[in-house]
């Protein structure tokens, strides 16, 4: 993480706040596009929904938004209004995980959601939470943050986005490709791929004057002390498709941290 640390206090009429995380939308998991869709129309809708990061499992570029000749842009631009229809009525904020990094700032504006960088400190219900996506707390897996460093770097970016969309769109598939076979090759148990950094974590919620650290990216739900006080909680992927199925959200209330299983 950087040595900045953005900071957002809620307004005082905030009394519910939801995150989620690693739903990887796409077009051939329509059992994870519905459940989201029935939690984005449920009522009463929280005052506040951040989403922590791969919303998507893949974004080659905001013109996909200006295409809808394919199944899997048409699935990305209906995906993007439904979050539109849900910013009337909450505020709705994003923060970019290691699947939809280049999600900018004409998707932001078309889907209602307000950026948000990696970490920020949200103050809300008397405590301090840092919010990350947390792929760049896992110090262990140093090939991905090689890579990850790359892609986020902005010469990558400008000569990636130069390509044509289908190009992009063949690149991107490629790459999940290689993903799915490194998961393969793993036996798909995520407890074997590398963790948060604890000693990383607290080194950043000391920084920042935070108590408790709430991230994606691993897809282990849990809860994890973190000593003096401090803690880190997971959020959980999205999978309608699994046994048993996965679609979590995490609450937060002036009570406290809360998972609710949709």
């Known amino acids: 993480m950087g040595e900045r640390t953005d900071e957002l206090v809620a307004p005082s009429t905030w009394r519910t706040v939801d995150l989620i995380s690693d739903l ?30 791969d919303l998507f499992e893949v974004w080659v570029g905001d013109d996909v938004l200006d295409h ?14 439904a979050l539109h229809r849900f910013s009337q009525r909450a505020a709705l904020f994003f ?7 280049l999600l900018g700032t004409q998707a932001l504006a078309a889907s209602g959601m307000h950026g948000l960088a990696d970490p920020t400190v949200l103050a809300f ?7 990350s996506h ?16 790359q892609v986020r770097g902005e010469a990558w970016q400008t000569a990636f986005l ?67 006080g401090l803690r880190r909680l997971v959020l959980s992927d999205w999978d309608l498709q699994a046994s048993p199925p996965r679609a979590e959200v995490l609450r937060l209330t002036a009570a406290g941290a ?5």
């Open 24 to 53: 990887h939308l796409q077009a051939s998991e329509p059992a994870t596009q519905r459940a989201w869709l029935a939690y984005l129309d449920a009522a009463p809708a929280p005052d506040a929904l951040f989403i922590l990061g």
């Open 68 to 81: 809808a000749d394919t199944p899997e842009r048409a699935f990305v631009r209906d995906c993007v209004a």
């Open 95 to 101: 923060m970019a995980g290691n699947r939809d990094f």
């Open 125 to 131: 219900g008397g405590q301090r939470w840092m919010l």
């Open 134 to 149: 947390g792929d760049a707390l896992c110090l262990a897996d140093t090939d991905y943050l090689a890579f990850r460093a």
């Open 162 to 228: 130069a390509r044509p969309l289908a190009a992009r769109e063949t690149i991107a598939a490629d790459l999940r490709a290689r993903s799915e076979a490194r998961k393969r090759e793993l036996g798909h148990d995520p407890g074997l791929w590398a963790d948060v950094d604890a000693a990383a974590a607290r080194q950043a919620l000391r920084a920042a004057n935070a108590g408790t650290l709430i991230h994606g990216h691993t897809h282990r739900p849990a809860e994890h002390a973190l000593g003096g």
């Open 258 to 262: 809360q998972r609710v299983a949709l």
